[in-house]
């Protein structure tokens, strides 16, 4: 299985360690948006996009890779990793994920974790979540990275 993923992690490389723990598991490989090939990305079997929340969204260096992509035959997910809690009624994921869908991929799910977060307000007391992601956030992430090499689907949210 061909599997590549796109990570945006510019703060404090949280997003990277979610990212590498997926692709330990899935043999994939990671770029950043710059390094994305979007004839690979359109013809691979499994592409993952993620990023950091910045003001309630994902940042738009990857937004803008999803935008520029062709018609797609695969399968996608899509992980953040935030200071602050995802909020059910609207998901962190969930505007890039149905902007894949309508790409052409099959959005296998979501997943996010809580991680160091010195955002404005919490700079002034060394910032939020300062032991996040830790081992079981990782844990996590290579669980629903399982599940996805596995086929079956995304499992329980994280």
């Known amino acids: 299985m061909k599997s590549v993923i796109v990570c945006t992690s510019v703060s404090h490389g949280n997003t990277r360690r979610v990212a590498d ?5 899935l043999g994939a490989k990671v ?3 710059e390094e994305a090939d979007l004839v690979e990305l359109a013809a691979a079997d499994l592409v993952g996009f993620g990023s950091g929340v910045f003001y309630g969204r994902l940042h738009p260096r990857l937004t803008a890779v999803a935008e520029a992509l062709p018609g797609a035959r695969g399968r996608a997910f899509v992980f953040a990793t935030s200071g602050l809690p995802e909020l059910p009624p609207a998901p962190f994921t969930r505007p890039l994920a149905r902007r894949l869908a309508g790409k052409g991929f099959r ?3 979501s997943f996010s974790c809580r991680a160091l977060d010195t ?3 919490f700079r ?3 910032g ?3 032991q996040r992601p830790n081992r079981d956030d990782l844990a996590a992430a290579r669980a629903f990275a399982e599940r996805l090499r596995n086929g079956h689907g995304p499992g329980p949210r994280s």
């Open 21 to 25: 723990a997926m692709a330990q598991v």
């Open 31 to 33: 770029v950043t948006p």
């Open 107 to 109: 959005v296998d799910g």
């Open 119 to 121: 955002w404005a307000p």
């Open 124 to 126: 002034l007391v060394g």
């Open 128 to 130: 939020i979540r300062k």
